[in-house]
T-cell receptor
Framework: SQQGEEDPQALSIQEGENATMNCSYK?????LQWYRQNSGRGLVHLIL?????REKHSGRLRVTLDTSKKSSSLLITASRAADTASYFC??????????FGAGTILRVKS | DTGVSQNPRHKITKRGQNVTFRCDPI?????LYWYRQTLGQGPEFLTY????????KSRLLSDRFSAERPKGSFSTLEIQRTEQGDSAMYLC?????????????FGSGTRLTVV
């Protein structure tokens, strides 16, 4: 199994601004998933993008996937203080389990 | 079904004691996963089940750790002879093998403190 590597490690923005987080991985995948974790809580699944998809939207979230570059990005538009959390990407190989990297810590200042 | 349930939420134990955690997955999910997370790190894979079969166990997992999923429903994770290094958040997640884009559902975790 492979893990995604998120970049940057930490991001601090003002409320209302957009936040972009990037993820890189190494081998072929079935899909790539993004999760959010609030401090001291479990992870919450945000969005899943399949290997044959290039872009996906869910509310204020936009995820892109470039399989040729083995990279993905998560864009949160019009950020809110409640978006403050850690964000993890998890590439999923066929028939395997999710392996998580260290994540990106997002802080949204009000 | 209210999601993945983990008990207890918190556990403080003395070094050398045994502890057991329980996870109740979403009933329709046939896959169940255990992860461990320490401060500032992402969740680290421990083991996973498909129905009652334990399909994979991390090489990082010592023999003091054992997990079961009798009858393919709830799962327990036992740590024997706990050490201070076992202090962490233990997360359980479940998924459907035939998932159509819903990912894993995580519980709120059990925070273990070994003193």
């Amino acid at each position: 199994s492979q893990q995604g590597e998120e970049d940057p490690q930490a991001l601090s923005i003002q409320e209302g601004e957009n936040a972009t987080m990037n993820c890189s991985y190494k081998t072929s995948i079935n899909n790539l998933q993004w999760y959010r974790q609030n401090s001291g809580r479990g992870l919450v699944h945000l969005i899943l993008i399949r290997s044959n998809e290039r872009e996906k939207h869910s509310g204020r979230l936009r995820v892109t996937l470039d399989t040729s570059k083995k990279s993905s990005s998560l864009l949160i538009t019009a950020s809110r203080a409640a978006d403050t959390a850690s964000y993890f990407c998890a590439p999923l190989e066929y028939g395997n389990k999710l392996v998580f990297g260290a994540g990106t810590i997002l802080r949204v200042k009000s | 079904d209210t999601g993945v349930s983990q008990n207890p939420r918190h556990k403080i134990t003395k070094r050398g004691q045994n502890v057991t955690f329980r996870c109740d997955p979403i009933s329709e999910h046939n896959r169940l996963y255990w992860y461990r997370q320490t401060l500032g790190q992402g969740p680290e894979f421990l083991t996973y089940f498909q129905n009652e079969a334990q399909l994979e166990k991390s090489r990082l997992l010592s023999d003091r750790f054992s997990a079961e999923r009798p009858k393919g429903s709830f799962s327990t994770l036992e740590i024997q002879r706990t050490e201070q290094g076992d202090s962490a958040m233990y997360l359980c997640a479940s998924s459907s093998q035939t998932d159509r884009g819903f990912g894993y559902t995580f519980g709120s975790g059990t925070r273990l403190t070994v003193v």
